[in-house]
Structures are given as structure tokens and as C-alpha cells.
């Protein structure tokens, strides 16, 4: 696959056909697109789990010192990122902050999945922008494309004012309506000349 075809930093969006109903009218953001697979995590399905619960659970943090966490810490989003290791946690990011295992993803854009970023955005040291996910969405060799040749996704440039948003329950119809796309008109049949 050239580098002109990745899909690495770009937005996948469930189409009506969409066959996995894991799946349906969910946003992906694409962190890796390579001949041997693609990864990505879903931005707009919240978790009820709050970043905090977390930060207790791992010990990063004490029940009693979480009314002390940044106001940053505090509405930090933990995202549903996908079916595939659910108590895996990514932090998607911006690039403002970055540490030995930071992935970047594109110029502003890096995944971190280490409790260093955690400790640093409970202390207030952490990236200006971020969402925490937990799983992720994976495709093998192939898998996604096929997957796109037959309507089940559509695939956009990534807007990182998006991907931060603090309304993931509406970036669907967003990310459609930023691209000039009407909802009631997409079509659920994949069609070929």
C-alpha cells in the first residue's frame, strides 16, 4: 500500500449497510492503516466509567484525592474504543505532549498507552487535549478495504477539533454534516460500474 493511500489519521464512518452491529453509526479514528492491518479506535460510544474510576482502580490516585484532580482530569471522556482487549486502555492526544512510547499519528495527533500519561494528566502535566479509550477496533490484511469496497464504511480526513469534542454522542451527524452529507440519502446498496 503506498503512503498516498493510508487511511492512518482519518475518520471512519459506519454506513446504513453497516453489517456489524458493533458497529453501527460509530466514528472510528484510524491510528494505523499498513498492508498488514489497520487499527483505530471509536470516538463517539462514552463509557459510563469515569476517568477518575480509573485513576482509583490503578492506584494512580486515592478516592479521597480525586476532588483534587485538574478540571482537565475530571471531564477527560473514557470512550468505548472498540471490541477487540476492552480493559486495554489507549490516550488519544495531542501533540503537545509526547514521551518515549507516544505513538504519533500525524502532526498533532499521538496514541499513548502507558500509565505514565495517565499519572502526568492527574497531575496537570498531561497533553492540552485528549480522550481515553478502552479497547479498540482491529482489521487484518485486507479486511478494511474490502470492508470499505463494500459500503460499510466511509473513510474522511480526520478534524481534530472532532476528534476532541466533548459531544461524542453527536459527532456522527457532525462528521456527516462536514462533509456535506445528508443522512437521509445515504444509501445502504455498495454500488459497482
Known amino acids: 500500500m503506498a503512503a498516498s493511500q493510508s487511511l492512518q489519521n482519518h475518520f471512519l464512518l459506519a454506513m446504513p449497510g453497516m453489517e456489524d452491529q458493533r458497529f453501527a453509526r460509530t466514528v472510528v479514528y484510524l491510528c494505523a492503516h499498513t498492508e ?22 490503578l492506584g494512580i490516585v486515592t478516592r479521597e484525592d480525586v476532588i483534587k484532580l485538574p478540571e ?13 482487549e476492552q480493559s486495554r486502555g489507549f490516550v488519544l492526544h495531542s501533540g503537545d505532549y509526547v514521551v ?3 505513538l504519533p ?5 499521538c496514541l499513548t498507552a502507558t500509565f505514565d500519561i495517565l499519572r502526568d494528566i492527574s497531575s496537570g502535566r498531561g ?9 479498540y477496533a482491529g482489521w487484518g490484511a485486507g479486511q478494511l478495504e474490502a470492508e470499505i469496497a463494500d459500503n460499510g ?9 472532532l476528534l476532541f469534542t466533548e459531544k461524542v454522542d453527536t459527532l456522527y451527524d457532525r462528521v456527516m454534516a ?16
Not at 498488514?36 to 482502580?57: C, W
Not at 482537565?72 to 477487540?84: E, S
Open 36 to 57: 498488514e492491518g489497520s487499527m483505530g479506535l471509536v470516538v463517539n460510544r462514552a463509557q459510563q466509567l469515569v476517568f477518575s474510576d480509573i485513576l482509583v482502580d
Open 72 to 84: 482537565k482530569a475530571k471531564r477527560l471522556k473514557v470512550l468505548n474504543g472498540g471490541p477487540v
Open 100 to 102: 518515549e512510547t507516544s
Open 105 to 109: 499519528v500525524s502532526d498533532d495527533v
Open 127 to 135: 497533553p492540552s487535549k485528549a480522550v481515553m479509550a478502552l479497547g
Open 153 to 161: 464504511w466511509l473513510a474522511c480526513p480526520a478534524k481534530t477539533d
Open 178 to 193: 462536514s462533509m456535506g452529507i445528508d443522512l437521509s440519502r445515504l444509501s445502504s446498496n455498495a454500488g459497482h460500474a
